[in-house]
């Protein structure tokens, strides 16, 4: 039976990625994005998931599954950073994904097996110089994930995926030099820097039925 999978952010490298995914397995990917995107298969809202939600009263009764890709990497020293640094990231990782999940809580209940997956960030859990803002925010997203997933069992499975260094558009202050490059992929075991697909393919998983008797994970993809 074909899916519909709501991937918030699709606009988003990881979301892309994730939206091909799905529609390789036949699913029926519904797509939202803060700025227009041109879909070929699927539906499209373009919305901020911190502002006016009326446009996903249209969803269909019933969704199988739910990616929340936004996110954000503010690197700052504790004495270069103001608190709204704070409250931003908090509105982009956690505020959002609150809002997603309180707005299609009813779709995602009409049938058993629906599935709820966050991007979060090993910044969450590791110590890393100038993270303490996007730290604090993904651990917030963390641990709103567990919460809620021992809230929404046996119906609905809520997980997180934290992948490392990414090469997105987020990670370009990162990774805009050969040597940056290099120094970052041999900070990792297997000598890489990750990509998009990389995520893409743990988030998909854990959406899918073959994840169905797990819930209340971080997934590290490292």
């Given at each position: 039976m074909?899916?519909?999978?709501?991937?918030?952010?699709g606009?988003?490298?990881?979301?892309?990625?994730?939206i091909s995914?799905i529609?390789?397995?036949?699913?029926?990917?519904i797509i939202?994005?803060?700025?227009?995107m041109a879909?070929?298969?699927?539906?499209?809202?373009?919305?901020?998931?911190?502002?006016?939600?009326?446009?996903?009263?249209?969803?269909?009764?019933?969704?199988?599954?739910?990616?929340y890709?936004p996110g954000s990497?503010?690197?700052?020293?504790?004495?270069?950073?103001?608190?709204?640094d704070i409250?931003?990231?908090?509105?982009?990782?956690?505020?959002?994904?609150?809002?997603?999940?309180?707005?299609?809580?009813?779709?995602?209940?009409?049938?058993?097996?629906?599935?709820?997956?966050?991007i979060?960030?090993?910044?969450?859990?590791?110590g890393m110089t100038?993270?303490?803002?996007?730290?604090?925010?993904?651990?917030?997203?963390?641990?709103?994930?567990?919460?809620l997933?021992?809230?929404?069992?046996?119906?609905?499975?809520v997980?997180?995926?934290?992948?490392?260094?990414?090469?997105?558009?987020?990670?370009?202050?990162?990774?805009?030099?050969?040597q940056?490059?290099?120094a970052?992929?041999?900070?990792?075991?297997l000598?890489?820097?990750?990509t998009?697909?990389d995520?893409?393919?743990?988030?998909?998983?854990?959406?899918?039925?073959?994840?169905s008797?797990?819930?209340?994970?971080?997934?590290?993809v490292?």
């Amino acid at each position: 039976m074909q899916k519909n999978i709501l991937v918030i952010g699709g606009g988003s490298l990881i979301g892309q990625e994730v939206i091909s995914l799905i529609q390789k397995a036949g699913d029926n990917p519904i797509i939202t994005s803060r700025s227009e995107m041109a879909i070929q298969n699927g539906d499209f809202f373009q919305l901020d998931p911190n502002e006016d939600l009326s446009q996903l009263d249209a969803l269909p009764e019933s969704i199988d599954g739910l990616l929340y890709c936004p996110g954000s990497i503010s690197l700052k020293s504790l004495q270069r950073m103001d608190i709204s640094d704070i409250q931003e990231d908090m509105r982009i990782n956690f505020e959002g994904a609150f809002n997603i999940v309180k707005k299609v809580l009813p779709n995602l209940k009409k049938d058993d097996g629906a599935s709820v997956v966050f991007i979060s960030s090993v910044a969450a859990t590791s110590g890393m110089t100038f993270h303490t803002s996007i730290s604090a925010s993904k651990s917030a997203l963390e641990g709103f994930a567990r919460s809620l997933a021992a809230e929404l069992a046996p119906r609905v499975a809520v997980n997180c995926v934290a992948p490392s260094l990414t090469d997105t558009p987020l990670s370009a202050g990162l990774l805009n030099t050969d040597q940056k490059r290099e120094a970052n992929a041999n900070r990792h075991p297997l000598k890489r820097i990750g990509t998009p697909k990389d995520i893409a393919q743990a988030a998909t998983f854990l959406i899918s039925e073959k994840a169905s008797w797990m819930s209340g994970q971080i997934i590290h993809v490292d």
